[in-house]
């Protein structure tokens, strides 16, 4: 008998088993507030036995059961008075198929349904249902302004509301803090997710970029909310525009005060250490503008900022400068003195060329750049005829010479013929000569010419004359050499049918 009792317990589970095996429901159904959902009941395999009434079983909690809907074959249909009044129905009044429809399902319906059969003679079967109901969370997150220097506090909140199951909440930001979420259970069976984001601000912080992210089982993807963190603080003052070249007159000075506050700063004043502002200063809101530098704006300026949290202030002192010439008037003193520089120059420059040309004709050379034709190795000058009848005066006169190594040095050798010139040309106007410019020396060939044409003509008379004497006159070649100044002349002497003497010399140093 003792070893007959573990056989009969396995006989009556597997009885029970194959019982519940022939109600055929659906295990778990999913459904969202205010839509329809569908319960499933089947008995299969009834064979000899006897399918007498059909109940379907709501349990919220366990232990607390209540009938919904009942079916009788010969009774009909029945809906107790429950929550479920007037929500609920058979799909097709059957034994063999009992299955019911909820409409606008409630948060509150969810939990376990049973379809429970009455046979004979086996008894009771069923199978059980379990119905989960789903919510979309509304969620919401939105920074809290936070005041610095307060210590830790919230600097923003996310909240997923009347979700089921709980949502889950995180964060994201690069601003020093930690955060903290609750769970508070609805009525309906919802479920409230609230999530806290704390620090200790600073001025620093704000605008600071600060995420909260979403989960929650009914949703695609998580949700996100982008936020900036607002943190409140008093103004701070900073003067700008000072270049510390505040000079008598000028007109274009000026200070700017920036104030930097949140939140923003409704109201800005200008004063100065003694109280009074200077008569030439005007003040459009942030601005100091001062129309005119003068020894009044010679003073420390003060600018206050204020906002609903409090008030700063910042300080600058100026120094106002002697001015010796017109600022206005810097670039014509600039052009003034580039000008000045540039006439310079150029008169340097004409200067010298000046300077060099009288240097070169000094040297013999005349105005176009090339050696005089008269003064290379000897400058001859030879007195005009004054006759044609062979008793004037020669064409030789005294030879001037111009030493190389000497240079400017004129040396005067007087002819050894008898026949010298009553007027002996100076040393001025031998350089005069050899500083002919071309014009003039072409006016002066143009001259001996004329005098050269004269000339033949009057030879042309004295050869007919000559010729009645049957011949020409000699020609006289002198040579002499001069061993104390270590040169020599060499005189090539031709006489003229007039009488006179043409002497075509060539002195050697």
């Known amino acids: 008998m003792r070893n007959s009792w573990p056989i009969f317990v396995v006989f009556l589970l597997f009885c029970q088993v194959a019982r519940g095996q022939r109600v055929q429901v659906l295990p778990d159904v999913e459904a969202y507030a205010n839509e329809s959902v569908n319960l499933r009941c089947e008995f299969t395999n009834a064979g000899a036995t006897k399918l007498t009434q059909v109940s379907w079983i709501f349990e919220a909690t366990e232990g607390q059961r209540e009938n919904i809907a009942v079916f009788n074959p010969m009774y009909g249909q029945s809906f107790p008075q429950s929550t479920f009044k007037d929500r609920v129905q058979f799909s097709q009044p059957s034994l063999e198929n009992p299955s019911i429809t909820i409409n606008k399902v409630r948060m509150s319906d969810a939990g376990k ?22 919510a979309k969370p509304k969620n919401s997150a939105s920074p809290v302004a936070a005041q610095a220097g307060g210590g830790k506090m919230v600097v923003a909140r996310c909240e997923a509301a009347r979700g089921k199951p709980a949502a889950n909440i995180t964060w994201t930001t690069n601003a020093a803090g930690a955060f903290n979420s609750t769970s508070e259970p609805q009525p309906d069976g919802t479920v409230t997710v609230r999530s806290e984001y704390r620090m200790a601000p600073v001025p620093g912080d704000n605008g600071r970029d600060i995420t909260c992210v979403i989960t929650q089982r009914t949703q695609d993807y998580p949700q996100t909310f982008h936020m900036k963190l607002i943190v409140q603080y008093p103004p701070t003052v900073r003067i700008e525009g000072y270049d510390d070249n505040w000079y008598m007159g000028r007109t274009d000075a000026m200070l700017i005060c920036h104030a930097d506050a949140n939140p923003e700063v409704v109201n800005v004043t200008w004063t100065t250490v003694s109280g009074k502002m200077p008569p030439t200063v005007k003040v459009v809101q942030n601005k100091l503008l001062v129309q005119k530098v003068d020894e009044s704006v010679n003073t420390t300026f003060i600018c206050e900022a204020k906002n609903n949290l409090g008030s700063n202030k910042n300080q600058l002192t100026s120094m106002v400068t002697e001015l010796t010439g017109d600022p206005s008037s810097v670039g014509v003193l600039v052009g003034a003195i580039l000008g000045s520089l540039l006439a310079l120059l150029l008169v340097s420059a004409l200067i010298a060329v000046l300077v060099m040309r009288s240097r070169r004709q000094q040297h013999g050379y005349s105005s176009d750049g090339e050696q005089g034709a008269y003064c290379n190795k000897a400058c001859l000058f030879a007195g005009k005829k ?9 064409n030789n006169g005294p030879i001037y010479t111009y030493r190389e190594r000497e240079p400017g040095a004129l040396a005067e050798k007087g002819s050894e013929f008898p026949h010298v010139p009553a007027s002996i040309p100076t040393a001025h106007e031998i350089l005069l000569s050899c500083e002919l410019d071309e014009a003039e020396r072409r006016k ?3 001259l001996n010419d004329s005098m050269e044409e004269e000339e033949e003509e009057e030879e042309d008379e004295e050869e007919e004359r000559y010729d009645g004497f ?18 020599y002349v060499d005189d090539d002497m031709e ?7 043409i002497s075509r010399t060539a002195i050697y140093v």
């Open 113 to 134: 349904y049973t379809c429970e059969y009455a046979t004979y003679p086996s008894g009771n079967e069923q199978g059980t249902t379990t119905l989960t109901m789903l």
């Open 386 to 394: 004054t006759s044609k009848n062979g008793t004037g005066s020669n």
């Open 444 to 446: 002066f060939d143009a």
């Open 470 to 487: 049957g011949g020409l006159p000699p020609s006289y070649h002198v040579r002499r050499h001069d061993d104390e100044r270590g040169m």
């Open 495 to 501: 006489s003229q049918r007039d009488g006179s003497i």
